[in-house]
């Protein structure tokens, strides 16, 4: 009866000396098994595994920290993407509204909306394929600089008591995908040019 | 709070360590990362063979602790709590896809230990093969193999780990090494 595979990790790794297992000493087989498996052994405890860069470890640590951070109560900001992406562009929209008739009337003069309404040849330009990337980020500055703006000039409590968060309006756009910004865009457009009529 | 300011948690024994954790005190987990992280990417390197799966395993091992501290009931330490966590998770990633196993080449900061140059190189060259031939292993036997070998933890605790056997680990651990033979062939 040739020695178990437990019997045999146990005797290569010096759990039990061999002298526990007679066995050994009448058999070939059970020898050059035990033989190979110390072998393998120390082959295998040889193989380092390779050590990053120093900087990695911080960054590690920085990276598990920012997530814990985003999944603790009343944490980020992030936790709020859903209800912005799902229902975020409506709100904001009738938020906007409501700023965008002040700011259309008002007599000081508004520099977004004027470049909004006009919409500036690089914005044009960029629409094509090849600046289409850069176009976004430009389209959600402008939008983010004019949301601001529009947020600015509403009254927040009167905002709060019809459940809407003026002051976090600009933040929302931040957040918006880019469906969403594109959405946002027209509908603006829209009541600018239906207010200003 | 930046991840090295653990200020007064790093006095804290164990335990007090993970109440402090999910009272949420500042630096707390931060602490617990910073303990356990070389070891949790060792044991995934080892598990997936490359640094970018290693990085990203490790990620999600600590954002899984943090998210079962509530169910950790001390009755292991941490480390071991933690070598769980890591094993499933590199359980789930190889049997969903085969991960690549890095090329020689590019391999991080090196420990050059007085070596000459053809010494390291061949050094390198073994730990590579030895490292690509543990990555095909099935994954019991691997994961078996790699807590053995490189972290230290009895067969018992290895049991706890991959909800098995002390006999079934010993098992696995011969396998392993036979598998592990077969495979390297002359090189050993």
Request: with cysteine; hydrophobic share 45%; net charge negative.
């Amino acid at each position: 009866m040739h020695l178990s595979a437990a019997d045999l990790v146990d005797l290569a790794e010096g759990a039990r000396p061999e002298s526990s297992a007679p066995h050994l000493t009448t058999c070939a087989a059970c020898r050059i098994q035990l033989a190979e498996l110390r072998a393998t052994m120390a082959a295998a405890a040889e193989a380092d595994v390779p050590e990053p860069s120093p900087l990695f470890w911080e960054h590690l640590s920085r990276r598990v920290h920012d997530a814990v951070a985003a999944e603790r109560p009343g944490g980020l900001r992030w936790n709020w993407l859903p209800v912005y992406s799902l229902a975020g562009a409506a709100l904001l929209a009738v938020i906007v509204f409501t700023g965008v008739r002040i700011f259309v009337r008002s007599p000081q003069p508004a520099p977004s909306a004027t470049a909004l309404q006009t919409r500036p040849a690089p914005l044009a330009a960029l629409d094509q394929d090849d600046g289409a990337e850069a176009a976004d980020a430009w389209r959600g500055d402008v939008w983010l600089t004019f949301v601001a703006d529009l947020a600015a000039g509403i009254d927040a409590d009167a905002a709060r008591d019809e459940g809407l968060d003026a002051l976090n309006a600009d933040e929302a756009v931040m957040h918006l995908s880019e469906g969403e910004l594109r959405e946002l865009e027209r509908l603006l457009q829209a009541q600018i040019r239906e207010s200003g009529d | 709070m930046t991840p090295t300011e653990a200020g007064p948690v790093r006095d804290l024994d164990e335990r007090a360590l993970v109440e402090a954790c999910l009272a949420n005190e500042a630096g707390a987990f931060d602490l617990v990362v910073e303990r356990h992280r070389r070891a949790i990417y060792q044991l995934c390197y080892r598990f997936v063979g490359n640094h970018e799966d290693a990085s990203d395993l490790t990620q999600d091992v600590f954002l899984r602790a943090y998210r079962g501290l509530r169910a950790f009931r001390g009755q292991s330490s941490i480390a071991t709590w933690l070598h769980r966590i890591a094993v499933n998770v590199c359980l789930n990633r190889v049997s969903a896809k085969a991960a690549p196993v890095e090329p020689l080449e590019s391999q991080q900061v090196e420990d050059t230990r007085g070596e000459t140059a053809s010494e390291r190189l061949l050094r390198h060259e073994r730990g590579a093969r030895v490292r690509a031939a543990i990555a095909q292993l099935p994954p019991k036997q691997r994961a078996a193999l790699i807590l053995r070998t490189y972290h230290d933890m009895s067969h018992q605790e290895i049991a706890g780990v991959l909800k098995s056997s002390a006999g079934a680990v010993k098992a696995n651990v011969f396998h392993a090494l036979r598998g592990l033979k077969r495979l390297l062939g002359e090189d050993l």
